[in-house]
T-cell receptor, first 115, second 118 residues
Framework: DGGITQSPKYLFRKEGQNVTLSCEQN?????MYWYRQDPGQGLRLIYY???????QKGDIAEGYSVSREKKESFPLTVTSAQKNPTAFYLC??????????????FGQGTRLTVV | AQTVTQSQPEMSVQEAETVTLSCTYD???????LFWYKQPPSRQMILVIR??????QNATENRFSVNFQKAAKSFSLKISDSQLGDAAMYFC???????????????FGQGTILTVHP
């Protein structure tokens, strides 16, 4: 089945550790996105990529890093510089410019908790 | 820049009744999309309905319809014949439809929790 797979579903991070959240899609979409969701708030954009080997900062990029070496994959690293990383993280993809390019399809999310 | 505001943190409706969720937005884009997404307790984001700003006709998808008032920058969602499965958090979102690095970036509202009473 085509879709977006995020792993792991739950992740625990110790203080000072870097952790990487995985996002893979087999929809052949050009664009991929990472969003953060905090309780009682909407989703906020961390990073996005419209093409392989290129990505842009979103509204809350500090303390995060990404790579886009393959069209199918867009991993997010939460670094030790992110002071409040406990949140729910959602990955999304969209076809890109042309057609219904703006419609985003979402993964099932990763719940990250600092212990 | 885009902003999306949902002024109703919570709404409730009786099963089989109709409910309307409100959304206002602001954007500097000349062309854009508007969306309603549903997030049930599983936290999977599901697209409910989409509206292209250049289209005057309001979008409909079965029991879901929108009232798009472009001049007022308003985009409300009407759910008819509400079902227990409609209970979820609903998010309004906007996205530019012009080329460039902003294309496809979704800006979300704060969400409205919808409770459906049997």
């Amino acid at each position: 089945d085509g879709g977006i797979t995020q792993s792991p579903k739950y992740l625990f991070r110790k203080e000072g550790q870097n952790v990487t959240l995985s996002c893979e899609q087999n929809l052949n979409h050009d664009a991929m996105y990472w969003y953060r969701q905090d309780p009682g708030q909407g989703l906020r954009l961390i990073y996005y990529s419209q093409i392989v080997n290129d990505f842009q900062k979103g509204d809350i990029a500090e303390g995060y890093s990404v790579s886009r070496e393959k069209k199918e994959s867009f991993p997010l690293t939460v670094t030790s510089a992110q002071k409040n990383p406990t949140a729910f993280y959602l990955c999304a993809s969209s076809p890109g410019q042309g057609g219904f390019g703006a419609e985003a399809f979402f993964g099932q999310g990763t719940r990250l908790t600092v212990v | 820049a885009q902003t999306v505001t949902q002024s109703q943190p919570e709404m409730s409706v009786q099963e089989a009744e109709t409910v309307t969720l409100s959304c206002t937005y602001d954007t500097s884009e000349s062309d854009y999309y508007l969306f309603w997404y549903k997030q049930p307790p599983s936290r999977q984001m599901i697209l409910v309905i989409r509206q292209e700003a250049y289209k005057q006709q309001n979008a409909t998808e079965n029991r879901f319809s929108v009232n798009f008032q472009k001049a007022a920058k308003s985009f409300s969602l009407k759910i008819s014949d509400s079902q227990l499965g409609d209970a979820a958090m609903y998010f309004c979102a906007s996205s530019p439809n012009a080329g460039g690095t902003s294309y496809g970036k979704l800006t979300f509202g704060q969400g409205t929790i919808l409770t459906v009473h049997p």
